[in-house]
């Protein structure tokens, strides 16, 4: 059983930047895909940023050149660096990660103001 703890998130400005971090434990085989999803109040989950052991890469088009992901594969962490942030980025963000199956952290808030 893998768990996910996530730390970062809260409250910017439009315009600001924050730092998610994910740190996966649990796992007995190396981890495939480590990311983001979130979900605006109303809406639907959906993906943010993704990152594989081999570092390829996929971004929302709605967060391209705004947001960077990276991972640590040796302390199986991922981070989602977000600048530039816009009201529309608000949403609860989670993490996950797939190791034969997929896993979900519980969830961190984000908000930005107007």
């Known amino acids: 059983q893998v768990q996910l703890v996530e730390s970062g998130g809260g409250l910017v400005q439009a315009g600001g930047s924050l730092r998610l971090s994910c740190a996966a434990s649990g796992s007995r085989s190396s981890i495939n895909t480590m990311g983001w999803y979130r979900q605006a109040p109303g809406k639907q989950r959906e993906l943010v940023a993704v990152i594989t052991s081999g570092g390829r890469i996929n971004y929302a088009d709605s967060v391209k050149g705004r947001f960077t992901i990276s991972r640590d594969n040796a302390k199986n962490t991922v981070t989602l660096q977000m600048s530039s942030l816009k009201p529309e980025d608000t949403g609860v963000y989670y993490c996950?990660?797939?190791?034969?199956?997929?896993?979900w952290g519980q969830g961190t808030q984000v908000t930005v103001s107007s």
């Open positions: 996950y990660v797939y190791v034969w199956r997929g896993y």
